[in-house]
């Protein structure tokens, strides 16, 4: 009996939909060590990022949360995810939303500096 109760708790505990992978968040993950995220706001409800990325400068594989992304200056990103690699101009004024929990790697490839906006929802 004290078998099957233990089957079942690491069955509700492995398929939790709000498990996040063992990755950096994007405010941990960096390029190289370098940071390339800052917390403009954070509160119970929301995490507001600002990311920058200079020419050749990229994000390490992380995770995201549901989110909302608003491209402030756009680029040329090369994108690695579950889907495979792939490049992609990313133009300014550019927005995305994510409703679950997202895997990638970015670098941006293009001669412009891009930036930006990521508003996590936390609730």
Not at 74 to 80: Q, S
Not at 97 to 119: C, M, P, R, W
Request: contains cysteine; charged residues 25%.
């Amino acid at each position: 009996m004290r078998s099957f109760f233990s089957v079942i708790l690491f069955i509700s505990l492995t398929s939790c939909e709000k498990q996040t992978p063992e990755l950096p968040d994007p405010l941990e993950a960096g390029w190289k060590g370098e940071p390339v995220c800052e917390v403009l706001e954070e509160n119970e409800h929301v995490r507001t990022l600002k990311c920058t990325f200079p020419p050749g400068v990229g994000h390490e594989k992380h995770f995201h949360v549901r989110h909302y992304g608003y491209t402030l200056k756009g680029g040329r990103f090369k994108i690695t995810d579950d889907t495979g690699t792939r490049t992609v101009d990313v133009p300014a004024g550019y927005g995305f939303y994510k409703d679950s929990i997202s895997v990638h790697e970015v670098q941006n490839v293009g001669d412009l500096t891009a930036e930006f906006l990521i508003v996590e929802l936390l609730d």
